[in-house]
Structure formats: structure tokens, C-alpha cells
Nanobody, 122 residues
């Protein structure tokens, strides 16, 4: 059964940091691009970042570039999102996603986690 489980969300003050994890049961994990998306109340789910199968290539949304860092550990079937210099506008439910395509579009991803809440106070 395919399952992606996010963890690591929480409440943090502006300027602080959080590290999100995404544990994936899909096999082989290394065959999938791993992306992070987020959705704030009343807004559509938006792209944050994606990392290639071997971790060599990344693509960040301009809003998080320089502040967020994606990584993956294929031996542990896990993707990570290190979030630094957090801003109140980063507040959202963060979702990890797995897909066969290199894409920024939600519809191009095959599997999704349940999401983890990130709240940044001002």
C-alpha cells in the first residue's frame, strides 16, 4: 500500500526554523520525483519545491528560494524540507507528493501525504 506521511510541523515565530519529513512507502522510492506543496485556508494548493530522483536537481518556488532547502535520503525512503527564516505568509498545511514527472503542477503528482500544519506567528 502506498503511503506518504509528513511530520515535523508546528508553531514557530517569524524568523524561526522547522524541518519537515516525509516518509514514503512507495517502491522503488528512487524512481519518483519528490515535491512539497502547501495550502493556506481559502487558497489553492501551491508548489513549493521538487527534487529529482537522485537528488541532483531541485526547483524552488521564488517565494521560498534561499530560505527553504529540500533533500532526500533514498536509503531511508524519506524526503525533507528544511525551512529557515520563516514568515507568517508561510503558514499553511504542507504536503509531500511523489510523481513520475518533473513538474510544478499538482495534477502531475501521483501520491500525496496527509499534510502537516505549519504556523508562523508574527
Amino acid at each position: 500500500q502506498v503511503q506518504l506521511v509528513e511530520s515535523g510541523g508546528g508553531l514557530v515565530q517569524a524568523g524561526g526554523s522547522l524541518r519537515l519529513s516525509c516518509a514514503a512507502s512507495i517502491r522503488p522510492f528512487s524512481s519518483y520525483q519528490m515535491g512539497w506543496f502547501r495550502q493556506a485556508p481559502g487558497k489553492e494548493r501551491e508548489f513549493v519545491v521538487v527534487i529529482s530522483r537522485n537528488g541532483a536537481i531541485t526547483d524552488y518556488a521564488e517565494t521560498v528560494k534561499g530560505r527553504f532547502t529540500i533533500s532526500r535520503d533514498n536509503a531511508k525512503n524519506t524526503a525533507f524540507l528544511q525551512m529557515d527564516s520563516l514568515k507568517p505568509e508561510d503558514t499553511a498545511v504542507y504536503y509531500c507528493a511523489a510523481g513520475r514527472q518533473w513538474s510544478r503542477r499538482t495534477q502531475d503528482y501521483d501520491y500525496w501525504g496527509q499534510g502537516t500544519q505549519v504556523t508562523v506567528s508574527s
